[in-house]
């Protein structure tokens, strides 16, 4: 089944969906490196996140158009993507200090808030 089929039949359903896009840091990397980085260089922090930002940003917005383009083109309505890392969502569920986040608290807070009760149910979309 496709991520619009699972989204569309649950709509249908009234179980509410989160659209997530996991991996964030490894394409944010490649954008990077599309950018010129590489990591075996001798780049500067400064230069390094100032890409990092750049890239992040792009990914973003990338994904954003991405996932609102998909949805119209399914006469769905637009929903908020979530862009996640699995390395700062593990430190945020242990309590460390992840170095860049993204959406992964706002993903846990509204995950959190749409749990009413018991046997509730929800679906996260992976895209």
């Known amino acids: 089944m496709t991520d619009i089929a699972i989204l569309a039949n649950c709509r249908h359903f009234k179980i509410p969906t989160y659209v997530v896009r996991s991996k964030a840091d490894q394409h944010i ?30 990914f973003i917005q ?3 158009q991405s996932v609102k383009d998909n949805l119209e083109s399914a006469n769905m309505p637009d929903q908020r993507v979530y862009i996640v890392s699995n390395k700062t969502m593990l430190d945020v569920v242990n309590e460390k200090q992840p ?3 993204i959406h992964e608290i706002e993903l846990l807070s509204d995950l959190e808030w749409s749990r009413t009760g018991p046997g509730e149910e929800y679906v996260a979309v992976g895209c």
Not at 43 to 58: C, G, I, M, V
């Open 62 to 64: 990338q994904t954003r």
């Open 99 to 101: 170095e860049n986040i």
């Open 29 to 58: 990397r490649n954008i990077m490196n599309d950018m010129g980085y590489y990591s075996g260089d001798d780049e500067s922090e400064d230069r390094k996140k100032t890409l990092y930002q750049a890239a992040q940003e792009q």
